[in-house]
């Protein structure tokens, strides 16, 4: 029993360091004051990391969803109704899930890289020796950088959904534009839309905070980079999905929309 309880005891306590390593991270963003040139760049450099694949991935989200779902209200004479499918795909599982794929697969990884490599060439160790802590000035302005680019990937992403619907509707299964645009309100408005956006900054938070905890503790050279960044992906994954089910299942469950 001993045996299993230091095994178990082994597997949690990272877990343990990086619930406290997120605790700190928010307790810095309230009581410090925010490294703004840090934030601007960092928001830049995740922007130019992010914005492609978001862009990418949305189109094809678009065409395997959006067209399935109007070849069905075309077999049924509803075509017109294209516009409120669209919607309500794009707003409540398109964006968000393309997002949390862009935040796992391109900005996530960029941090980790980032800071393993910093950390590797003990750049970490010398600012604690300076007395500067590498959470308040590298992490935390990162981790609201991600939030932000987050918010702003998912609304790009439901504007090419949106966009993209409009085009295969209209375009080539004969949908009346007037129609398809009055339609958009009838399943889904602006509370979803909020909660939408609200989805993508939480996964913006997490996988920010995976990526930088993960990449500060990084050992073992170049190599340990690499293998940092490899378990950024797939703890990213591990953790967005679920939030991302849990996100969207409890706000109707209470009603809230």
Aim: hydrophobic letters at 55%; aromatic letters at 10%; a negative charge.
């Amino acid at each position: 029993m001993s045996s299993i309880a230091a095994s178990a005891s082994r597997k949690l306590h990272p877990l343990g360091n990086f619930v406290a390593f997120s605790m700190d991270t928010f307790t810095m963003m309230f009581k410090s004051r925010l490294q703004w040139r840090e934030f601007i760049q960092q928001t830049w450099f995740i922007t130019s990391v992010s914005l492609g694949p978001a862009i990418l991935i949305s189109i094809p989200f678009v065409a395997l969803v959006t067209y399935q779902f109007n070849n069905v209200l075309a077999e049924i004479g509803a075509i017109d109704l294209s516009g409120s499918g669209a919607a309500f795909g794009t707003i409540t599982q398109i964006g968000p899930i393309a997002t949390t794929f862009v935040i796992a697969g391109a900005s996530s990884t960029a941090l980790c890289a980032d800071l393993g490599a910093r950390k590797i060439r003990e750049e970490l160790d010398a600012m604690e020796v300076l007395g500067i802590d590498p959470i308040r000035r590298l992490v935390v302005p990162r981790v609201l950088a991600t939030a932000v680019n987050a918010l702003l990937i998912n609304g790009v992403v439901i504007l090419i959904g949106l966009a993209g619907g409009f085009a295969f509707a209209v375009f080539l299964q004969d949908a009346s534009p007037g129609q398809f645009i009055d339609s958009m309100t009838l399943l889904v408005g602006f509370p979803d839309l909020i909660h939408a956006e609200l989805r993508a900054v939480v996964f913006g938070l997490v996988g920010a905070l995976i990526a930088c905890f993960l990449g500060m503790n990084a050992g073992g050279g170049p190599q340990g980079v690499g293998n940092a960044v490899n378990e950024t992906v797939v703890f990213t994954f591990m953790a967005l999905f679920p939030i991302n089910i849990l996100l969207t299942q409890i706000p109707y469950s209470l009603g809230i929309l």
